[in-house]
């Protein structure tokens, strides 16, 4: 496990095949700075952001209970957008993110998820996602 004590220096990280890149982002409309996954870059940008919660450890209330050992709970990721350099927003994934598209027809997206079976819940089919709305705006 290592430390970045100075994350502006190191603007991206590559471990294996996986970028963190260290961006502004907002959610709820309230500014972020942190680490998160790049997924897909284009005029269309996907990131991920992996989310781990802390929970202490919890004393008995009680002889009959035991002691509660601190532990890390993962939770589901965020997904980020950003569209042609712009700021880096959340991604929200459900049925209403057909119109946080700009420049593209929401029929014509609806279409072509229900052609090839694409969830706004599975990471693959949002990369896949992004890599055909890149492909609109003339990007592979």
């Known amino acids: 496990l290592y430390s970045i004590t100075n994350s502006k220096i190191l603007l ?3 471990i294996g095949p996986t970028r963190y890149v260290y961006e502004d982002y907002f959610i709820n409309n309230k500014k972020f700075t942190g680490y998160m996954v790049e997924l897909i870059v284009g005029a269309y940008s996907l990131y991920r952001k992996d989310r781990v919660q802390f929970e202490a450890e919890k004393q008995p209330k009680s002889s009959y209970d035991s002691v509660t050992q601190a532990t890390f709970k993962s939770r589901p990721p965020l997904y980020l957008m950003a569209f042609k350099g712009g700021p880096i927003k959340q991604f929200n ?8 598209f700009p420049s593209i027809d929401e029929s014509s997206l609806k279409a072509y998820m229900k052609e090839h079976k694409l969830k706004f819940k599975n990471e693959d089919d949002l990369i896949q996602l992004f890599q055909y709305l890149n492909s609109l705006q003339g990007e592979d």
Do not use: R
Not at 93 to 100: F, L, N, P
């Open 12 to 14: 991206y990280l590559d």
């Open 93 to 100: 994934i459900d049925k209403s993110a057909y119109g946080k």
